[in-house]
């Protein structure tokens, strides 16, 4: 703290006092305003230490720093408020902060350090640890207060952030296997019982789930269940049939039998199907099938298959699907998952072949799941799905990590910090379903078990900053 700080304040009001008694000395009446104003507020570059692993697994500390001028200050004159809408990054240490400000009509700035009203100057380094109370002084000595805040981030913006929704009233049978499909703010579950009945709940909010019941057709691949636009569709005794709740069904006036049902094109208005070796495309609009590919190359999954639909950056009149999933468990020296992609430009799908250099394919998991987020891919799953003489690889556990694809799926990074799976989801080997929704939020649905104490689970997760 400046020691003569009140000294110079006091100094400059008898100053300012001494101006007025000057001018009143010309018998002319001079009245000194009252008003001042901070009229702008930044603050300087902030340094950030950070632990990081070198070469030789040691400990070694490097700096970062927080651009001050990138964070734009508000200042709200009616309630003599400053501080920045956009907050600093997580961990910022905002205990010794160097600011920079303008003041109209005034003569002087101070603020309060350890309960003492100190000079300002640029150079001071000030604890914003809680908000600092900073005062204007105008000509005539009328002082001006305002609170500045600097706001940091609570939680890592680049974090997923996941809740057990305890308060959930879903509950699914026990063994189910089941489907979750996402449609106009609405949730939907297709859930396969042991005697192989389908039924079927849905929800709004995540919390509050419709009693479940049957969906009334013979012969239901609940695997298939999907949507488009504002209907659902899905395959019985492969017929195709759509719903616009779920609860009741009619047969489309595709009147083809189609072994898998397994992506839509929300830019087309498009479903994919397969029948045999072919891969068919079904317009929903004019009712017309057309040929979109082969899978007669043998590499067309055949089990765990989920699909994703989103932009590519580099044109967003361009739709991309990437289908993931996987072959028989049997096949030897088969560890990856198949990847399968389709342009909204192009009539066929085409399979994605792992090349030989490149090590960093989809694992081939149970239950293999996949879905787009925030700009990328991700996928998970539970065990290995390969033959049991093959050799897992080191360190792997079912449900351990979520993998990344920045690439359109040709390859896979496994994260290993900020965007991961709950730890509770640690071997399990329960059924499970997912989805993302309008909000991003992913929800991931665990049939009851051992592992869930005998309930049925509902996370909710969602990167931080798409909350922001």
């Known amino acids: 703290m400046r020691k003569n700080s009140l000294y110079v304040l006091i100094s400059l009001l008898a100053v300012s006092f001494a101006f007025a008694s000057c ?197 239901v691949d609940y695997t298939s269940a999907l949507a488009l636009d504002d209907r659902l569709y899905i395959l019985a005794d492969k017929k195709l049939y759509t719903s616009s709740e779920g609860t009741t069904w009619t047969q489309t006036s595709f009147t083809e039998s189609f072994d898998k049902l397994f992506a839509a094109s929300p830019l087309k208005g498009e479903l994919y199907a397969q029948s045999g070796k ?21 590499y067309f999954p055949v089990q765990s298959i989920s699909y994703s639909a989103s932009r590519t950056s580099t044109n967003q009149n361009i739709e991309r699907l990437v289908l993931l999933g996987t072959r028989e468990s049997t096949l030897e020296n088969d560890t990856t998952a198949m990847v399968w992609v389709k342009l909204s430009n192009e009539t066929a799908w085409t399979h994605y072949p792992q090349a030989s250099n490149n090590t960093m394919g989809c694992p081939k998991l149970e239950g293999l799941a996949s879905f787009s987020y925030d700009g990328k891919l991700y996928a998970f799953g539970g065990d290995y799905d390969i033959p049991s003489g093959q050799t897992r690889p080191t360190g792997f556990r079912p449900f351990k990590y979520l993998y990344e694809s920045m690439d359109g799926g040709i390859s896979w990074q496994a994260k290993t910090e900020k965007v991961m799976l709950p730890a509770a989801f640690l071997d399990r080997t329960a059924s499970f379903s997912y989805l993302v929704d309008e909000d991003d939020f992913i929800w991931i649905f665990w049939t009851p078990s051992e592992q869930t104490q005998g309930i049925t689970e509902v996370w909710r997760g969602k990167i931080n900053r798409l909350g922001f």
């Open 278 to 298: 072919e891969l068919l495309s079904l317009s929903v609009y004019d009712q017309t099938v057309t040929s979109a590919g082969s899978a007669a190359n043998g």
């Open 23 to 219: 001018l009143d000395s010309n018998n002319t009446d001079y009245t000194l305003t009252s008003d001042v104003a901070i009229s702008s507020f930044s603050i300087g570059s902030i340094a950030m230490p950070d632990t990081l692993k070198n070469s030789q697994g040691n400990d070694s500390i490097v700096y970062d720093s927080v651009i001050g001028s990138d964070y734009k200050f508000t200042i709200d004159q009616q309630n003599n408020l400053i501080y920045n809408r956009d907050s600093l990054p997580v961990g910022t240490n905002v205990s010794k902060v160097t600011t920079s400000l303008n003041m109209t009509y005034g003569y002087a700035v101070t603020y309060v350090k350890n309960g003492q009203d100190t000079i300002w100057s640029s150079s001071d380094s000030i604890d914003f640890t809680s908000p600092v109370t900073f005062k204007a002084y105008a000509l005539n000595g009328a002082i001006r207060q305002y609170q500045v805040k600097i706001n940091v981030h609570k939680l890592d913006p680049d974090s997923l952030q996941w809740n057990l929704m305890n308060s959930s009233d879903l509950r699914l049978p026990e063994n189910a296997r089941h489907k979750a499909v996402y449609k106009a703010g609405r949730m939907f579950i297709f859930a396969e019982t042991s005697d192989g009945t389908v039924e079927m709940t849905s929800s709004a909010d995540g919390l509050t789930w419709s009693e479940l019941q049957p969906v009334g057709l013979e012969g």
